[in-house]
Nanobody, 118 residues
Framework: QVQLVESGGGLVQAGGSLSLSCAASGSIFRINTMGWYRQAPGKQRELVATITRAGSTYVAGSVKGRFTISRDSVKNTVYLQMNSLKPEDTAIYYC????????????WGQGTLVTVSS
């Protein structure tokens, strides 16, 4: 079984920075797209950023210029560097990966809470 574990969440003041990481473990042949989603209370889950195996990235307009996604394919880890945080960024951040074992499947982490105070 493949498991994803996020880390790095916490409490930070507006304007501060946090760095999230998500590591996949288990029998993995390859991971294609890695991404980050977030969900605030009472709101639907939204896509934050994605990165392909080739390094092509997508960043949502709401965080563009502030967040940077990167990956280490050898370590099966995806990162999200968050700068200039705003209270609107408060949410549970979930890691998502397209994992190939004997077949391709999406895997989700348990989420890490990011709280931004003003």
């Amino acid at each position: 079984q493949v498991q994803l574990v996020e880390s790095g969440g916490g409490l930070v003041q507006a304007g501060g920075s946090l760095s999230l990481s998500c590591a996949a473990s288990g029998s993995i042949f390859r991971i294609n797209t890695m991404g980050w989603y977030r969900q605030a209370p009472g709101k639907q889950r939204e896509l934050v950023a994605t990165i392909t195996r080739a390094g092509s990235t997508y960043v949502a307009g709401s965080v563009k210029g502030r967040f940077t996604i990167s990956r280490d394919s050898v370590k099966n880890t995806v990162y999200l560097q968050m700068n200039s945080l705003k209270p609107e960024d408060t949410a549970i951040y979930y890691c998502n990966m397209q994992v190939i074992t004997t077949f391709t499947a999406e895997r989700w982490g348990q989420g890490t809470l990011v709280t931004v105070s003003s």
